[in-house]
């Protein structure tokens, strides 16, 4: 059996170039003891990865050069040695990396059920961009009904979550997305109450015009500009999550600071960083909860699933181009 895998080859500097990664085939080897072969049907594609091909300190050490480029993934066990918990079958969940087939000891994996939602759903709304959003928005926003919620990265994995569970705790939500077709979905299909088209619009003249009061809660996915634009209309004792600044992750210089940072001085307010591994322990509750509210019709989930290894970094690149809209997953074998 030939295993088909995205190998990081090159640290990019700025955007990641076609030499970044190669494409390469190898046998899958034997099952050892107490493992089980993964059969990989959709890899996440997150902005973080981005990160992870850099060789800094971060909350987890670097893709090394030559090692599979890391990613979440879903797929179906095929192959069992004498696994103490997973049979042929199951779907599973976990760090696969972008390859065909994964061989592992299970650590780190969760079993899904595939009766309730699709499988990208599981590395979408029901995976690490849905935590995200349920832990960022919850316990570091610590939303009250009757707020204001400003959003950047409106339309994807995690702004999308953020934004609809800001509405069902009755909040008043604004996003920040790029171009009027995204804005359109955010307020007509997510629900939100307004949205900013940050790439035709002043984006300083939206949020005075769409919160007027201020923003109790900014839910940062993008930083840059936008992150300053919305430090100047912080009300008093306003939360400012910091989640992600994809704007700043191809940059060749250096990140760009928040310049209006003594509007937390003066309205006493909070700018926190999070990293969704530290809630891992209470992924499965906030799961449930996801999953019933999505039953109720008051959370819609959306991936945008693309085809094949071999387009893995074209796929990568709409991150950054905007071109998708919601998850953005790669399939890498048929179900
Ligand atoms: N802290 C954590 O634990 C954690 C976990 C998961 C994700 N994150 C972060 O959360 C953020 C969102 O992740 P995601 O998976 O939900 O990605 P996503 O929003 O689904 O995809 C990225 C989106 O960013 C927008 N974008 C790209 N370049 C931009 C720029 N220069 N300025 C403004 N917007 C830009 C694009 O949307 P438009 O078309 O609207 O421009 C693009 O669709 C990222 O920063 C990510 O690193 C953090």
Redesign the pocket.
Same mark, same amino acid.
């Given at each position: 059996m030939i295993n088909k895998q995205q190998i990081l080859v090159k640290r990019p500097v700025g955007m990641p170039g076609a030499d970044t990664w190669e494409l390469r085939e190898s046998p899958v080897p034997e099952l050892k003891d107490g493992e089980v072969l993964i059969k990989n049907h959709y890899v996440s594609l997150?902005?973080?990865m981005r990160?992870w091909m850099n060789d800094t300190r971060s909350y987890i050490p670097p893709v090394q050069i030559g090692e599979v480029m890391r990613a979440g993934t879903v797929g179906e066990v095929v192959a069992v040695n004498n696994h103490p918990k997973y049979k042929v079958g199951d779907v599973l969940t976990g760090w696969g990396g972008v390859q065909q087939y994964t061989v592992t000891n299970g650590d780190n994996y969760y079993a899904v059920d595939t009766s309730l939602v699709p499988m990208p759903t599981y590395i979408g709304t029901l995976g690490?961009?849905g935590m995200?959003a349920y832990f960022?928005i919850l316990e570091v926003g610590k939303i009250k009904e009757g707020e204001v919620v400003l959003v950047?990265?409106?339309?994807?994995? %995690?702004?999308s979550v953020v934004g609809q569970i800001a509405k069902i705790k009755g909040c008043t939500v604004v996003g920040i997305?790029?171009?009027p077709e995204?804005c359109k979905y955010v307020v007509d299909e997510l629900g939100f109450d307004a949205c900013i088209d940050?790439?035709n619009e002043n984006v300083h003249a939206g949020i005075k015009q769409h919160c007027p009061k201020g923003i109790d809660v900014y839910f940062d996915? %993008?930083g840059?500009d936008?992150l300053d634009a919305a430090l100047a209309r912080l009300r008093m004792h306003a939360r400012v999550v910091i989640?992600?600044?994809?704007?700043q992750?191809n940059n060749k210089e250096n990140v760009k600071g928040p310049s209006n940072y003594l509007s937390l001085l003066v309205n006493r307010a909070t700018m926190q960083?999070? %990293? %969704?591994?530290d809630y891992a322990k209470n992924y499965r509750e906030a799961a449930m909860q996801m999953g019933m509210w999505m039953m109720e019709g008051k959370l819609k989930s959306k991936e945008d699933v693309y085809d094949g290894i071999e387009n893995f970094r074209e796929t990568f690149m709409?991150?950054?181009t905007?071109e998708?809209k919601?998850?953005?997953v790669l399939k890498v074998l048929e179900e």
């Open positions: 997150d902005p973080a990160g690490m961009p995200t960022g950047s990265g409106a339309a994807g994995a %995690v702004g997305a790029g171009g995204k940050y790439k996915n %993008v840059g936008i989640c992600g600044a994809i704007s992750y960083g999070m %990293v %969704v591994m709409r991150l950054f905007g998708k919601g998850k953005l």
